[in-house]
Structure formats: C-alpha cells, structure tokens
C-alpha cells in the first residue's frame, strides 16, 4: 500500500527562492470526502490521478497514477469550483531535504504553505529558517482538498485564527 507522509506550515513570507523555477499547478478534487480524496492534477505537460485515504496526524494511503494530460484537463472540468491553482518551488532544506513550497493564486492568492514529505515515519528533518509560520499538519481545515471548496471570506477567518 501506497502512503504519504507529510508535514506541513504556514508562510507568513516567500522564502528565498534563488534560481529555481516554479511549476505551475492546477488541482481539483472529485471527492473531497476525507475517507476517499480523489484528486486530479495538471502540472506542466503532466497529469495525475491521486486517491488518498483518511489523514491519520501525517499519515495517509496514497495511490498516484500518471494519466495522460489531456483527460487530466477534462477531469478538471468535472471538479466544478472545487479546483486550486499554485505555483510551487522545490526548495533544498539546511539538511539537505527538499521542501516543496506552494505559492497559492487564484482565489486563494496570498496563502503560501511549505512541505516536506518523508519516507519514513520516524525520519528527522530540520525546519528551515524561512519556514515562518505555524504548523498545520493536524488541521483538515487548510488541507488542499478542504482549501479547493472554500471562498476568501473562510480562508481569511481561517488563517487568522493562526495570526492571533
């Protein structure tokens, strides 16, 4: 079985991103119910079909397949209003671990979320300098899949709930 691991914090700031280019992503979700997540993603001339199972802390089953990117852009059209876009930075950590930093746009533009994904549960990583913001690994509220079915007006009472 397929599993991810994952981590993830708040950015009150971009990191510095050097050279590195960032990969312009489309997601939408066709289920966003937390026991079966079905996710498709269009990144670059990729596409993706990712089915998750129910987040235990950092933990969840995951199963990607790699679908060709032309069903991947009508699969999107399907998800209705339940699509995110991002531009995301895969950023090396002070211990040599890559982070991917995603850069939200569209209507979620200003939110800016940093994570690492490990391979093993018990693997240790160090936080980055420029990683400013809360943990919220634990908080289904700011997951993609809860993000993709949210307005401004939720996110903004969201995310100050982490600024006070």
């Known amino acids: 079985m397929g599993q991810e691991i ?5 950015l009150k700031s971009l990191p510095p991103t050097g050279a590195v280019k960032p990969h312009a992503i489309a997601q939408g979700y066709l289920s966003t119910d937390p026991d079966r997540i079905v996710r498709v993603r ?11 199972g129910r987040k235990i802390d950092a933990v969840s089953p995951e ?14 059209t399907l998800c209705g209003q339940n699509v995110l876009t991002k531009d995301r ?48 690994t634990g908080d289904s509220r700011l997951g993609n899949a809860a993000l993709a079915q949210i307005g401004d007006d939720a996110l903004r009472a969201l995310l100050a709930e982490y600024a006070a």
């Open 6 to 10: 994952e981590y993830r914090y708040l």
């Open 42 to 52: 269009v990144k670059g001339d990729q596409g993706f079909l990712t089915i998750k």
């Open 63 to 76: 199963f990607e397949y790699e679908i060709p990117v032309d069903e991947a852009q009508s699969l999107l």
């Open 89 to 136: 930075y895969a950023l090396v950590g002070p211990d040599g671990m890559i982070w991917d930093v995603d850069i939200f746009t569209g209507r979620h533009a200003g939110l800016m979320i940093a994570e690492i994904e490990l391979a093993i549960i018990d693997d240790q990583y160090m936080i980055p300098s420029w990683v400013d913001g809360a943990d919220i």
